[in-house]
């Protein structure tokens, strides 16, 4: 059996322990939760009550907080914290990593202060504590809300990684009755996308917040998979993978799911609530906060426009009122789709 040790005691680390141990082929799993009080209250009443409620964790799961003991042995390590904890988490925990060990990222958004994706964020981490590490990485994303997964309900979901062999061995290890994985190459695209369509569930739930109808939240889907795809693509892109289960599907999910945070975000927006208040009453990280900024970067070094993540920096940051910014969409120069 692979040992498994995934990192991060939130809803998805929480969820994904759960899933990974109804696999087709048997694991041994280990949960590492930072948080001590968090970990004692898994290790006894086997439930998240904090991140996600109702949904047991199975026995066969330890519950680790030390970090040295809960990766010791790991042949995958999966990581599920948020973006902006990512690169202090890889240097802490790279120290306990053994060579040839796979490590896989479910994280989607973007290191808010450096812009760069969380397999680069690997990548510089192993190089800063150990120069001999050899990171063997993968990315984990697609349309998939925790509890759903976490409740057996069908998910699909997109394995990315340069290395072939890599995919197919964690294709086939973490493929279960109800989690469908499948394969990428487009690491670039998969993690842009990831990103990308949580700034896009933010506007959504904008427009939803305002009173927005149908035909506005229509246009915003398919105008907003066009920018996703601008981006990415003037970044190294493969277009077919925004079309796919990373982009299109995951953008379609958080856009309109009741379960997405960024939704929510944008639905309070809307209703007139500050951000910071929004914020303050929420338990678990709105990636889609932090990466607007980050998209913007990346977009004036590419050249690229990127009209309704503009808009939604502006709501977040500068104070612009949502009406405002969906007349500063609706104003903009017509052009051919």
């Not at 369509?197 to 066009?226: F, H, Y």
Request: hydrophobic share 45%; aromatic share 2%.
């Amino acid at each position: 059996m692979k040992r498994i040790a995934i990192l991060g005691g939130g809803g998805w680390g929480t969820a994904l322990a759960i899933v990974l141990s109804r696999t087709h082929r048997p694991h041994e799993i280990s949960l590492l939760v930072r948080d001590a009080a968090l970990a004692e209250s898994l290790r006894r009443g086997r439930e998240n009550t904090l991140y996600l409620p109702g949904h047991k964790l199975p026995e066969t799961v330890e519950v680790a907080h030390d970090a040295a003991a809960g990766l010791q042995g790991a042949e995958v390590i999966v990581v599920a914290v948020p973006a902006a904890h990512a690169r202090g988490l890889y240097q802490r925990v790279l120290p306990h990593v053994g060579r040839g060990v796979a490590i896989v990222s479910a994280t989607k958004g973007l290191e808010p202060t450096t812009h760069a994706r969380i397999s680069e964020v690997i990548f510089q981490s192993s190089q800063a504590t150990s120069p001999e590490f050899p990171a063997r990485v993968g990315v984990l994303s697609g349309p998939s809300f925790a509890a759903e997964a976490a409740a057996g309900q069908p998910t699909a979901v997109v394995l990315a990684s340069s290395d072939l062999a890599l995919r197919n061995e964690l294709q086939e290890e973490f493929a279960g009755p109800n989690f469908r994985l499948y394969t990428n190459e487009d690491v670039l695209g998969v993690e842009l996308a990831g990103a990308m369509k949580n700034v896009m569930a933010i506007a959504a739930g904008v427009c939803q917040g305002i009173g927005l109808g149908s035909n506005p939240l229509a246009a915003l889907i398919t105008r907003g998979l066009a920018e996703m795809t601008r981006l990415a693509v003037s970044l190294g892109a493969r277009p077919e993978t925004l079309s796919g289960l990373a982009g299109l599907g995951d953008l379609v999910l958080t856009c309109t799911g009741s379960l997405s945070r960024n939704r929510h975000v944008g639905i309070e927006l809307g209703k007139g609530r500050s951000l910071a208040d929004i914020l303050k009453g929420m338990k678990m990280v709105a990636e889609g906060v932090g990466t607007a900024g980050a998209l913007l970067a990346l977009a004036r070094g590419a050249g690229i426009e990127l009209p309704i993540t503009e808009q939604v920096d502006a709501i977040l940051n500068l104070g612009r009122s949502p009406r405002e910014a969906i007349r500063s969409i609706m104003d903009r120069p017509l052009k051919r789709e």
